[in-house]
């Protein structure tokens, strides 16, 4: 512009130089796999469409309740410093032998299709971690109501839906185990457990499970946690959850945040025994950034924009900043 580069150029100059200056790592590098998967699922999206009430005011009632339950965990956990695989339930590798360091979330994925009932069954069965909340498995492929007392996945539940009720566009959830109060939206589903342990309650009826099953385990709370929070934009007790309920998973993490950031996230590239970590301040507010202990060392700055490293286990962002670090 004017015969001078904007500034949007000067940046890119500078990106296109970092890529350059590290071409082997840039082109051998794969994103670092956190071991958790929001998983959303087509026939859900498919019914959730078909059976739309002409009219409906609620998120939870309009098309788009199901991918928004989905996104909100992501974001959720993007902000605690987790990149999660979204994927579709299609994609998810359901073949290995052991799911010790995974983690599935489905929320409110109204269909669960009888080819899966199976598969989420040998998942924990294997070891693996899976929360559910929504009215997931409302459905199955075909639009039939499976939550009866035939209800396919009742022992990796463990329990029964006993109704659900229209609560409020928000209303309060306590949860004894974690000690920590949600914010759900629209339905409550109350719970006959079976073999599943009372976790959280509404109205003095029980709304939430934790069941063993194999070597794994479920957490079932059949309310719109994640929209409500998606709603609220407001992530913080959504956090708390994940953070007590999978601390295992999140203390195997290379790297991580030691809080919950509203509006950071950080993106991890692995080549070899090197990272990158990408980190991004999309808030209106500075961050100062603690990580988790870890064993990363000799941080290289590669890019800086209105953020810096204080030392190794602290960077600084202020607003819109971004930072890009190399660790060996």
Not at 6 to 22: E, F, P
Not at 34 to 47: D, P, T, V
Not at 107 to 130: A, N, T
Not at 266 to 283: A, D, F, P, W
Request: hydrophobic share 45%; with cysteine.
């Amino acid at each position: 512009f004017q015969n001078q580069p904007s500034d949007r150029m000067l940046a890119a100059s500078q990106v296109c130089k970092v890529i350059a200056d590290h071409q082997e790592f840039f082109n051998n590098s794969v994103v670092l796999d956190s071991g958790f998967s929001i998983l959303y699922i087509r026939e859900a999206m498919w019914i959730e469409k078909a059976l739309q009430i002409e009219g409906a005011s609620f998120e939870g009632r309009q098309v788009g309740g199901v991918m928004k339950s989905a996104l909100a965990y992501f974001e959720a956990l993007s902000e605690m410093g987790i990149h999660a695989n979204l994927k579709e339930i299609s994609e998810y590798d359901f073949d290995k032998a052991d799911y010790s360091s995974e983690v599935i979330i489905l929320s409110h994925q109204i269909s669960v299709p009888s080819i899966y009932w199976e598969q989420l069954s040998r998942f924990v069965e294997r070891g693996g971690k899976l929360l559910v909340d929504g009215l997931t498995a409302y459905y199955d492929e075909n639009a039939y109501f499976i939550m009866g007392s035939g209800f396919p996945l009742k022992d990796v539940f463990g329990g029964l839906v006993k109704e659900f009720k229209m609560v409020d566009d928000l209303y309060d959830v306590k949860l004894n185990d974690p000690d920590i109060t949600l914010k759900a939206h629209l339905w409550a589903g109350s719970l006959i457990p079976d073999k599943g342990q009372a976790m959280a309650y509404f109205d003095d009826q029980v709304i939430g499970l934790r069941n063993d099953f194999g070597s794994g385990s479920v957490i079932w709370m059949p309310a719109l946690f994640g929209l409500a929070a998606r709603n609220t934009a407001d992530y913080s007790q959504l956090a708390k959850l994940l953070e007590t309920e999978f601390s295992d998973q999140i203390n195997g993490l290379s790297i991580v945040f030691r809080d919950h950031h509203p509006g950071v996230l950080m993106k991890v590239l692995k080549y070899g025994e090197q990272l990158i970590t990408v980190l991004v301040n999309k808030s209106k507010l500075e961050h100062e950034i603690a990580f988790r202990v870890h064993i990363l060392t000799n941080p290289e700055v590669l890019f800086s924009a209105n953020a810096k490293i204080i030392n190794a286990q602290n960077v600084l962002l202020d607003a819109e900043g971004m930072l890009v670090i190399m660790w060996n």
